[in-house]
């Protein structure tokens, strides 16, 4: 078979014997614009969730990332509450709109996470909590009406380090290697602002030895493609050597030099959240928006199917064949209920006729 090759340039229209060539091009190179304007029309969604001991500012730098107020009547438990507290899940969905393009955003947050003396079995709540979203996934994926899937799949996990310490604590190990197979893990360290240059610096490299000692598989950024630009090359270098991003948040406006910015103030001066030099703050953020796609996709072609296929070994059979069986036992009843009512009928008919006999 002869494969032929017709150049978008060399594609000559013929029609009542003239020709004319067309514009340089065919028209399929407009696909991509397809596609964006569907997109864009359809919106997207996206579920992060942040996990860390309290006080560590986690409901702070959700708002500062999305400049939005998630937790706005928020209760704040003492002391006492937190010895016998038990991890809740809170989830939270923000419809965000910028230049046209919505977002619907799902904040998972796990009050109470840590604060018990005993945490041994804090964080099996929230592995329950992301395979439920994986199973109800599944359910809807296997059903007969697939066209309008709402994704809750939990598809970032912001966890927050503390930056009082010397590394990960013990907690910290555990709950890494629990979730790492099911849910791309960032790690942050919180309150950066805490800490000098020199102690930032020495406590990323202590976390990611520890991190690559305990085998624990954090998220990692693709490398950018040999056709990329040079700025965006350079971008992804430095996110890469971020890792793990050290933040701070704020919703306070600070008025520095006539401009007002978001910071915290000190008496030695002020800490600008969006100030590259004093956190990785626009950083994260940064890594957040541009590989939100990509976060996405891993959760679906790596955590989703192997949460999926385990599923498909643990029951022995497909989801499809559980909804077919679930639809033939509910014929099975309706078919019994339908025979029970004509035999009530007939009986009934019986003894209507029983008097007219005698």
Not at 93 to 110: A, N, S
Not at 147 to 168: A, Q, T
Not at 309 to 327: A, F, N
């Amino acid at each position: 078979m002869k494969k032929h090759l017709v150049t978008a340039s060399s594609y000559v229209l013929k029609s009542s014997g003239c020709s004319s060539f067309l514009a340089g091009y065919v028209g399929f190179a407009n696909l991509p614009n397809q596609v964006h304007r569907k997109s864009v029309k359809k919106g997207f969604e996206f579920t992060l969730m942040v996990v860390g001991e309290s006080g560590l500012g986690k409901s702070t730098l959700i708002n500062s990332l999305f400049l939005t107020d998630l937790y706005p009547e928020r209760y704040i438990p003492g002391a006492a509450e937190k010895i016998e507290r038990t991890v809740q899940i809170e989830a939270s969905t923000v419809e965000i709109e910028e230049r046209g393009v919505k977002l619907r955003l799902t904040v998972v947050d796990t009050p109470g996470y840590g604060d018990a003396i005993n945490s041994q079995d804090c964080f099996k709540t929230i592995i329950q909590y992301i395979d439920n979203q994986f199973e109800r996934y599944l359910h809807d994926e296997s059903g007969l009406n697939r066209r309008h899937i709402v994704d809750n799949r939990v598809h970032c996990c912001f966890y927050f380090i503390s930056p009082f310490g010397h590394g990960l604590k013990p907690l910290d190990v555990e709950f890494m290697k629990a979730l790492h197979g099911k849910v791309n893990i960032v790690p942050v360290i919180a309150k950066a602002d805490t800490l000098t240059l020199k102690e930032r610096e020495r406590l990323k490299r202590r976390v990611l030895d520890e991190i690559s000692e305990h085998g624990i598989r954090i998220y990692q950024l693709p490398d950018a493609d040999s056709d990329e630009d040079e700025e965006f090359k350079e971008q992804t270098r430095v996110l890469k050597a971020s890792i793990p991003f050290a933040v701070i948040g704020s919703n306070q406006l600070i008025e520095v030099k006539g401009k007002k910015i978001r910071g915290r103030l000190y008496p030695w001066g002020v800490v600008e959240v969006e100030n590259p030099e004093h956190n990785d703050f626009l950083k994260l953020r940064t890594m957040l928006v541009t590989h939100m796609q990509d976060l996405q996709e891993v959760t679906q072609d790596l955590h989703y199917e192997n949460f999926r296929s385990e599923r498909l070994k643990r029951t022995g059979k497909p989801v499809e064949e559980e909804v077919v069986d679930k639809d033939r036992i509910l014929q099975q009843k309706e078919a019994e209920l339908r025979r029970m009512q004509e035999m009530i009928a007939q009986m009934q008919a019986q003894m209507r006729m029983k008097p007219s006999d005698d």
